[in-house]
């Protein structure tokens, strides 16, 4: 519906209702004018009746009242008239049949004073006029100046008379006639004038439409020419601007979709719930489905998560509000499936709420590949190491049998110095051997990597009941501050904690160990940190410190070297690091970060 229309509708009820209560109040007017007019005559002229030739109402007679009531009926134009008491019963009355009735209750209130009633309006109506009769004497100037004391004439009753109001309702009639005809015109032409001036103000719409038609084509150069100052020439030139915008926020649109749909990475975008509003060419292509297939579909459909925790990605998702590197398999075609990695997070609103969901999922079929590869070099490895450890550890224990065997056969022979020689031989036969099983350890960090939810704190207990007897023997107290849960190699967590706390116990400060385990949640996951009482370390010596045979020590202290080194391969296999702070004679800090943990 046009705005035009709209306005004249709006406008027509008010100017109907107004000229219908102007209509009525005029009417009202008009009759009680007319009335009050036509009552008024008629009290004149009963009045002068009465004064020239009423007769006797002191004592009043109905063959003396009727002659001079159809007079005055008759000069009146009257349909009616009578004669009542005080008491309102009627004496004498024109229709003789209404002789010695009542008048209506309404005469009381005009008893006095005079007044008139209309019964029936109407064409067939009549209105009563009252018209108090009182006595008649003369007035001699004692009476005048004892009635302007305050006395009174003696009211002796009321004439009424019925006044047809024919006349009087012809009358407004046609006043009323009139009186719609002037408000018909009236009103007319405020509708018309109300209909020109819209318009002239609407003219500016259709150029409007026209510049907002271009810009849905994707003219978006468009420019809308409104040179009014009113709200359409603000409105015409907020199009305009928004025009500019758009342009520039389209261009930048396509831009990024270009860029989505050429990205190598697979890209899935969903709502809330989890239905594909859109993919890009790569999860295209990796599914084997095109776009219109995968739009409204479960993103879950394509993860056959048979055997895994119900939801997987998408339940990790909404209850830690991100999800990086989940490991799971997409389905790639009928019986096709492809190992990737999923990482996902919400889509914030301009208001900060989530309102979808993107998710990049990356193909690591070369990477299983290559870890499977990995794998099995790692198994020779440790199959090389365990028969290599196997094969070495039989000729130490043969040179230290013989080597002691020599040494009790031939101690005299040999002289005092013997003894301490085969001393010698024996422990360094006795650290070849604790090197060799180091190295196996070593080569052991990553054959058989079996990640599972880990109690840190239970990894504790457990290193603490392995170190028993040492941490007994030193007296060491080990304290624990928050120990998260990771997803972690139960052997691996253990074997952290267990090299931290022996090399703590170890390099001892002369006083009891004083050791504390304890945890922080960082950026990107959890930063565990190990701090003692112990000797300290020299900063000069951290370049050193986690290499391989990495000893700040000589021989007086055991060990090969080994124990830090395992524990910067094993940091480092989780994408985390390794470091320590320390003053010599103070104590050390070493520090480890377990990156990709939940909070």
């Not at 196996?440 to 990640?451: D, E, R």
């Not at 849960?485 to 267990?498: G, N």
């Not at 007086?556 to 296999?573: M, R």
Request: hydrophobic fraction near 40%; proline fraction near 4%.
């Amino acid at each position: 519906m046009k705005i035009r229309v709209k306005l004249l509708l709006f406008l027509f009820p008010p100017l109907l209702l107004s000229g219908l209560l102007i209509n009525h109040l005029t009417g009202r007017a008009v009759c009680s004018t007319l009335h009050g007019e036509t009552s008024a005559r008629v009290t004149s002229g009963a009045r002068r009746l009465l004064e020239s030739a009423a007769p006797d109402f002191a004592a009043p007679r109905e063959e003396k009242l009727l002659p001079f009531l159809y007079s005055m009926a008759a000069d009146l134009n009257a349909s009616g008239a009578c004669f009542a008491g005080a008491d309102g019963t009627i004496l004498a009355h024109t229709d003789v049949a209404k002789k010695g009735k009542k008048l209506p209750a309404v005469y009381a209130e005009h008893y006095l004073n005079g007044g008139y009633a209309i019964p029936e309006h109407g064409l067939d109506g009549f209105m009563e006029v009252y018209v108090p009769v009182t006595e008649r004497r003369a007035e001699s100037p004692e009476e005048l100046a004892l009635r302007g004391a305050g006395q009174e004439k003696k009211q002796l009753g009321i004439l009424v008379l019925d006044i047809p109001l024919k006349g009087a309702v012809a009358t407004e009639n046609r006043t009323a006639k009139k009186n719609t005809l002037v408000l018909a015109g009236v009103y007319s032409g405020i509708l018309l004038a109300a209909f020109l001036l819209t318009g002239l103000a609407l003219r500016p719409i259709p150029r409007l439409m026209a510049g907002t038609e271009r810009i849905r084509l994707g003219d978006y150069d468009a420019h809308i020419s409104v040179s009014s100052h009113d709200e359409f020439g603000d409105l015409a030139r907020s199009f305009n601007e928004m025009a500019k915008t758009l342009s520039g926020t389209i261009v930048s649109k396509n831009y990024l979709d270009a860029i989505v749909d050429n990205m190598v990475e697979t890209l899935v975008v969903t709502d809330m719930g989890g239905v594909i509003r859109r993919t890009n060419t790569a999860a295209r292509a990796i599914i084997g489905r095109p776009d219109k297939d995968l739009t409204n579909t479960g993103v879950m459909d394509l993860f056959p998560w048979e055997g895994r925790e119900p939801g997987g990605w998408l339940a990790l998702l909404r209850k830690n509000g991100e999800v990086r590197d989940f490991e799971t398999v997409l389905a790639a075609g009928p019986g096709v499936t492809v190992p990737v990695l999923v990482s996902a997070s919400f889509i914030q609103d301009n208001e900060g709420n989530n309102s979808g969901i993107v998710a990049v999922i990356r193909d690591i079929t070369l990477r299983k590949k290559y870890e499977t590869e990995m794998l099995r070099s790692n198994e020779d490895l440790q199959r090389f190491a365990f028969v290599a450890s196997h094969d070495l550890q039989e000729p130490l224990k043969t040179i230290t049998n013989y080597i002691q065997l020599l040494e009790a056969k031939y101690r005299t022979a040999l002289g005092p110095e013997s003894e301490k020689h085969v001393e010698f031989i024996t422990g360094a036969v006795s650290r070849m051997r604790a090197l060799i099983l180091g190295l196996l350890q070593y080569s052991k960090i990553n054959a058989s990597l079996h990640l599972e939810a880990v109690d840190s704190g239970e990894a504790l207990d457990y290193v603490i009941k392995a170190l028993e007897n040492s941490i007994s023997a030193s007296k060491t107290v080990v304290e624990r501050g928050n120990l998260p849960t990771l997803r972690i190699d139960r052997c691996h967590l253990e074997s952290l904690l267990q090299n931290l706390i022996s090399n703590a116990i170890k390099y001892r400060n002369g006083a009891a160990p004083q050791i504390r385990v304890s945890a922080e949640k960082g950026e990107s996951g959890w930063i565990f940190e190990v701090r003692d009482n112990g000797a300290g370390i020299e900063s000069a010596y951290e370049k050193k410190l986690f290499k391989l045979f990495g000893r700040l020590h000589g021989k007086d202290v055991e060990g090969a070297g080994i124990g830090l080194a395992s524990c910067k391969k094993i940091v480092e296999y989780y994408g985390g690091k390794i470091w320590f702070k320390s003053e010599p004679g103070k104590g050390s800090s070493f520090f480890f970060s377990i990156p990709g943990q939940p909070g």
